[in-house]
């Protein structure tokens, strides 16, 4: 029997302990782990960093970022329609029931995860049955790195509409602030992006005719009719965007820690007027002799007017701040039974979605958008509310010069 | 049953008799490489360990300590992160007394530990976690020179309880031999 020893069954027993520790190891990854706890990066409800315990109860596994609410990629590739290959999976240590990310990486994708987990349970208790018309689980990618992307895309969130909704959250770079990733008012922002485009945006027949042309001409001077509808569209998407983003997260200063004070659009206060119409076609008066040269000899001042006429976000964000006046002053009407349950910026939520629906079919019947004014979506959201004397005269800065008395010109438009 | 134990357990032991112990101490470089957060990519990350072996050839017993650190952050998150990682290993080299350089094989199991401090902006978070239960193999050689210098090199796969694939490491490691 000892000649039997001599070389190979020794190894061979050695083997097999090994293949049964393999096994026991393999098979008790998922310990406990069917509603995982983890301690996340969080800004609280005062906007303050902290930690905080976080139990995700739509995960199918605590160590994949797959479940009812969201699939969560880490520095995917994208083929033009979905991003492609694994699901994030985040390194984990854990301290009792309580999992630690024990890197960066994990933690974001997790607390990205944990964003649309709360988003999932939010809108099922706060939007009325039927006015949600996006799909479960969103589907974000999560980046680090700048490959692949022009680094003028770091330090921002996007929103892809077609043709499966990609929520992408960019590289963040500045080392002192919040990154995007735990911004529950930028994810928002982004997150009301795809009601936006299921509810209005890609609803619209006018949209699907679009060119290449208008589309790249809708991002800076709105060349075309069609490039107009688009700019307009997109001026009303950021602002409301905006407004979703301090609604969900009940911060109004949520660009602030990210962005800094400097960058961010403050929402919290009165409103500036819209661009008039005429003013945003200025630039196409402008644009077919602007070369470089002339742009840099432009004075100061025209060329700011010039960007800012523009720019859908500084046009938006005076329809977010119209919108945040009347939701903090909680002058959005209680719609629903339960309304008395929500809290004033739910309810803002809550009318800001159902409402949706409404202004789709009021831009179906539009078809001279050419001559459609910007402070349409002012008159759209603010003519047929109560509002107080206050919240109206706020509300009324915000239109444009060519509604010097605001709301009350709203018969017009 | 229990015969079938006792031949199992003779089996393993009865070479032991024909041997003369020895004892080696030293230290070792293991470079992991494992799957990153997204699982189509694989990043490395090193380990400095501490080791101590009893050998009655053909077979040989090892206890491993390691220490690796990362650190990295996202914004004003950050994460530093150190790993205590204790395996204990038996192997077994083949052709032991017939090659200058023995190669060997042999099967692991072990225990990780992180030790996570955590910060997002002014908050801090720092505490111990069990990175859980690990089961691994080898295989390499190993060899004596001037009778105490002992050199080893191997390769492993290790599986992770807290990862759902495996991780490939290389090891060097070298000791004194009393």
Known sequence: ?413 | MRKSLVALLFLLVAPLAYATPEMTIGTGLDARIGRDVNPDYYSSQAFGQLYGEYAIHPWSFLMELEFGQTNGNNGNYSVKNSTYTTMAWARYEPWYGQLRISPFAGAGLGWQFHDTESKFGSARDEGWSDGGGIAAISGGAMATFFKHWNVESELRLAKFQMQSDVTFAFLLRTGYTF
Not at chain 1, 23 to 43: A, E, G, H, K
Not at chain 1, 54 to 67: D, K, P, Q, R, V
Not at chain 1, 213 to 218: E, F, L, N, T, W
Request: hydrophobic share 40%; net charge neutral; charged share 20%.
């Open chain 1, 1 to 413: 029997m000892l000649k039997f020893r001599s070389r190979f069954l020794q190894p061979a027993i050695l083997c097999l302990a090994t293949l049964a520790s393999l096994s026991l190891v393999s098979c008790t990854q998922d310990r406990d782990s069917s509603t995982p706890t983890y301690r996340i990066p969080y800004i609280d409800e005062n906007g303050q960093n902290t930690f905080r315990d976080i139990t995700l109860t739509t995960l199918g596994s605590a160590f994949e970022m797959n479940g009812r609410a969201a699939i969560i990629y880490f520095n995917p590739s994208n083929n033009g329609q979905t991003f492609t290959g694994a699901i994030a999976q985040p390194h984990l240590g854990k301290s009792g029931s309580l999992f630690r990310p024990i890197d960066p990486q994990s933690g974001t994708v997790i607390a990205t995860y944990a964003f649309f987990e709360k988003m999932f349970f939010y809108e099922k208790k706060v939007l009325l049955a039927g006015d949600s018309q996006i799909s479960w689980p969103r589907i974000v990618g999560v980046y680090s790195s700048v490959d692949k992307m022009s680094p003028n895309d770091e330090n921002n969130a996007a929103y892809i509409p077609m043709p499966q909704g990609l929520t992408e959250i960019m590289p963040f770079t500045d080392n002192g602030r919040d990154a995007l990733a735990f911004n529950h008012g930028v994810l928002g922002h982004e997150h009301f992006h795809a009601h936006f485009d299921m509810s209005v945006q890609s609803k619209l027949a006018s949209i699907k005719s679009m060119s290449e042309v208008d589309i790249a001409s809708s991002r800076g001077c709105p060349a075309t009719a069609n490039a107009y509808e688009l700019k307009l569209l997109t001026i009303w998407n950021e602002g409301l965007a905006d407004a979703y983003g301090a609604m969900v997260s009940e911060q109004p200063t949520f660009m602030t820690v990210s962005f800094g004070p400097e960058a961010a659009r403050p929402i919290a206060i009165d409103p500036l007027p819209f661009q008039s119409a005429a003013t945003l076609k200025k630039c196409r008066a402008i644009f077919p002799t602007l070369t470089k040269e002339k742009l840099q000899a432009m004075p100061k001042d025209q060329l700011n007017e010039l960007v800012t006429s523009i720019d859908p976000h500084l046009n938006g964000a005076q329809l977010a701040r119209a919108m945040f006046a009347v939701a903090n002053h909680d002058e959005f009407p209680a719609l629903g039974a339960d309304a008395a349950t929500l809290n004033k910026w739910q309810r803002s939520a809550r009318y800001l979605i159902h409402r949706l629906k409404d202004f789709k079919t009021a831009l179906e019947k539009k078809t001279d958008w050419e001559n459609m004014q910007p402070d349409y979506a002012l008159c759209f959201f603010f003519k047929d509310l109560n509002l107080s004397a206050e919240t109206k005269a706020i509300v009324n800065k915000a239109f444009s010069s060519d509604y010097p008395d605001g709301v009350a010109q709203c018969g017009s438009l």
